[in-house]
T-cell receptor, first 112, second 117 residues
Framework: GNSVTQMEGPVTLSEEAFLTINCTYTATGYPSLFWYVQYPGEGLQLLLK?????DKGSNKGFEATYRKETTSFHLEKGSVQVSDSAVYFC???????????FGTGTKLQVIP | DVKVTQSSRYLVKRTGEKVFLECVQDMDHENMFWYRQDPGLGLRLIYFSYDVKMKEKGDIPEGYSVSREKKERFSLILESASTNQTSMYLC????????????????FGDGTRLSIL
């Protein structure tokens, strides 16, 4: 079956540090890949997406590149802010299927 | 912007009660989903619906049912609430996924934090 594996959190960083949250996937086909962010007390919001190999999704300073050879979609940001503190979810969707497969989420805490 | 609205942000109910959680979307999406979110377990799919009156079980449907009488509205029903159903419930909607095409992301509501006493 399909699955998404994320690094376990929580991840604690100082403001302006470099962020990487690892995500790898297993899928029977070529999925679209997503990163969602959940701020405290809110639902999930789409952060970025990539629909085919070597695509780079980017938004709000975050980036992730769809790597088919390593089945990975790692999330990166060059300089995090306190306002980036949230839970980040990696997810995949296979064309023709309706269910999204989510990772378990990685909590990020950025301290001043 | 897509708007997914869940009827309550916080809800407190008693064991054995029948509980209704409502979700409405304004983008004419065919697909709608109900998840529960628990610490350490991520999001788990309870039910989804790909059309009016159509539904499919997700990964944890036991103790729940759903209703989709109109395209924009998807209701989650706890037939007889139990304390292990205390959780955050998230509703989402999305256009249909088509093989060979880029897939559209899901849009989520703000969640309902349900406590069963």
């Amino acid at each position: 079956g399909n699955s998404v594996t994320q690094m376990e959190g929580p991840v604690t960083l100082s403001e302006e540090a470099f962020l990487t949250i690892n995500c790898t996937y297993t899928a029977t086909g070529y999925p679209s890949l997503f990163w969602y962010v959940q701020y405290p007390g809110e639902g999930l919001q789409l952060l970025l997406k990539a629909t085919k190999a070597d695509d780079k999704g980017s938004n709000k300073g975050f980036e992730a590149t769809y790597r088919k050879e390593t089945t990975s979609f790692h999330l990166e940001k060059g300089s995090v802010q306190v306002s980036d503190s949230a839970v980040y979810f990696c997810a995949l969707l296979l064309g023709g299927y309706q269910k999204v497969t989510f990772g378990t989420g990685t909590k990020l805490q950025v301290i001043p | 912007d897509v708007k997914v609205t869940q009827s309550s942000r916080y809800l407190v109910k008693r064991t054995g009660e029948k509980v209704f959680l409502e979700c409405v979307q304004d983008m004419d999406h065919e697909n709608m989903f109900w998840y529960r979110q628990d610490p350490g377990l991520g999001l788990r799919l309870i039910y989804f619906s790909y059309d009016v009156k159509m539904k499919e079980k997700g990964d944890i449907p036991e103790g729940y049912s759903v209703s989709r009488e109109k395209k924009e509205r998807f209701s989650l029903i706890l037939e007889s609430a139990s304390t292990n159903q205390t959780s955050m419930y998230l509703c989402a909607s999305r256009p249909p996924s088509e093989a060979g095409y880029g897939n559209q992301p899901q849009h989520f509501g703000d969640g309902t934090r349900l406590s069963i006493l």
